[in-house]
């Protein structure tokens, strides 16, 4: 691959028509950056098979607020060199148990701590999204969807419903 074009939070680059774009949607405070040149030697810090590939770059995501709980998402996309990645924008949960996620052409909600119990969680999105993936529920559980639409903005429930 060749060395990124870096915008704001979203690192792009392309090479042989395929393209990788890469997007940091959290910590909101991170900055984005490459590193192209060696802090030691080329040997010492890639593996051995990975010498021999064109991209021996780096891509650094660095929050400096020096916070002790951090949490990162980035989003990966592949793509044709000539198709633009479709654009990401974190969400979070407004109700019930924490959630986190993203929102490009679909919704990817997932709790912010792994194992923690479930009862419900409520978040907004564009209305245009239509498609949801939920991750960290209670397997087998019932569930009902709310789903309420106010202008240009849908806000999705999900509880576990009482059996």
């Given at each position: 691959m060749n060395p990124p074009t870096?915008?704001?939070?979203?690192?792009?680059?392309?090479?042989g028509g395929q393209a990788l774009?890469?997007?940091?949607l959290m910590p909101a405070a991170a900055t984005l950056y490459e590193q192209h040149f060696w802090t030691s030697s080329?040997?010492?810090?890639?593996q051995t098979p990975s010498i021999?590939?064109?991209?021996n770059d780096r891509l650094i995501i660095e929050d400096k607020s020096e916070l002790l709980d951090v949490r990162?998402?980035?989003?990966?996309?592949?793509?044709?060199?000539?198709?633009?990645?479709d654009p990401a924008t974190a969400i979070h949960s407004i109700a019930g148990t924490d959630f986190d996620g993203w929102v490009g052409n679909t919704a990817v909600v997932f709790p912010t701590t792994l194992?923690?119990?479930?009862?419900s969680t409520t978040y907004t999105v564009p209305s245009t999204i239509t498609r949801h993936m939920v991750t960290g529920s209670t397997p087998g559980a019932p569930y009902t969807v709310g789903v309420a639409a106010n202008g240009g903005t849908t806000t999705?429930?999900?509880p576990l419903v009482a059996g």
């Open positions: 870096i915008s704001g939070n979203t690192a792009r680059s392309a090479a774009t890469v997007q940091s080329p040997s010492q810090e890639f021999l590939e064109t991209a990162y998402l980035t989003v990966l996309q592949s793509s044709d060199a000539n198709v633009a990645a194992g923690q119990a479930f009862s999705v429930t999900l």
